[in-house]
């Protein structure tokens, strides 16, 4: 596919059109262009309009599933998913999502925090809310097994590194500052959610805000009591070996490594 983004966005237009809806401003590209998302209208009602396309052999599993399967997720703000279409092109898979549009603006426009948050003061308590209700969640979700987190430790750190979880817990799974809003706060983009090593959601938040010391260690004491364990450390040490080759690190590198 010579053009991926172009292409992407023809498939938006159409599944925008399917839904009797106009594309209404700019569009979210996703890394290498696996997704499309903006905002869609009927110049009476907004929706949030996500397209993804992956290779049909491919169009199966926890990811793929994951944003249908969060529908079953009660007690955690996020916005609704109200319908679902999908077809085949170009031996692609393709699926438009159809959501709720949620308009409180996100925390952070970038994967990597750039720039120091005012929060209000009941976000934390909020955010804290959440992930208990969410942990408390039943799943058999598994994102990333036990076999995989041992493999990619190993990898980097050699095999003294202690890759053993204790606690699998229910977790968002990506839990960055783009995908959090600044009031209730919603939790938005449940590709990655399922279980996870205890305080992976806290370590991903860490980890990207590791460019602004002030939000970071904002971040840590909210959380010590799950990064400070062995469970933590793992989650920790798992973030950063995701984040150091994404597309998106950027100079988030160079306070990963010492990491």
Not at 37 to 40: A, L
Not at 154 to 162: A, E, F, K, L
């Given at each position: 596919m010579t053009d991926r983004a172009a292409w992407m966005r023809t498939q938006f237009d159409h599944a925008a059109r399917r839904h009797g809806l106009t594309p209404d401003g700019p569009t979210l590209r996703g890394v290498r262009d696996r997704t499309i998302?903006?905002?869609?209208t009927n110049h009476e009602t907004a929706r949030w309009l996500r397209v993804i396309a992956v290779a049909t052999d491919q169009a199966h599993g926890v990811v793929w599933d994951g944003p249908i399967a969060a529908t079953e997720i009660t007690g955690v703000p996020r916005p609704e998913l109200l319908t679902v279409e999908q077809w085949t092109a170009q031996n692609q898979t393709?699926?438009?999502?159809?959501?709720?549009?949620?308009?409180?603006p996100i925390c952070a426009p970038h994967e990597t925090l750039n720039q120091v948050l005012t929060l209000p003061d009941l976000w934390w308590p909020n955010m804290h809310a959440c992930l208990d209700r969410l942990a408390r969640h039943p799943t058999t979700r598994t994102p990333r097994t036990q076999q995989q987190i041992t493999a990619a430790l190993?990898?980097?750190?050699?095999?003294?590194?202690?890759s053993r979880v204790e606690h699998l817990v229910t977790q968002h799974g990506d839990l960055r500052w783009t995908n959090l809003t600044r009031d209730t706060p919603y939790l938005l983009d449940w590709e990655f959610w399922g279980l996870a090593p205890a305080?992976?959601?806290?370590?991903t938040l860490y980890c990207t805000s590791?460019?602004?010391?002030?939000?970071?260690t904002t971040v840590y004491d909210q959380f010590r009591h799950v990064l400070d364990t062995p469970d933590g450390r793992i989650a920790q040490l798992g973030i950063c070996i995701q984040l150091c080759?994404?597309?998106?690190?950027g100079a988030l590198i160079e306070p990963l490594h010492p990491l």
């Open positions: 998302s903006g905002r869609v393709i699926r438009a999502e159809l959501w709720e549009l949620v308009t409180e190993r990898r980097v750190c050699g095999s003294h590194v202690n305080g992976t959601d806290a370590a590791l460019l602004v010391p002030e939000v970071a080759p994404h597309p998106c690190c």
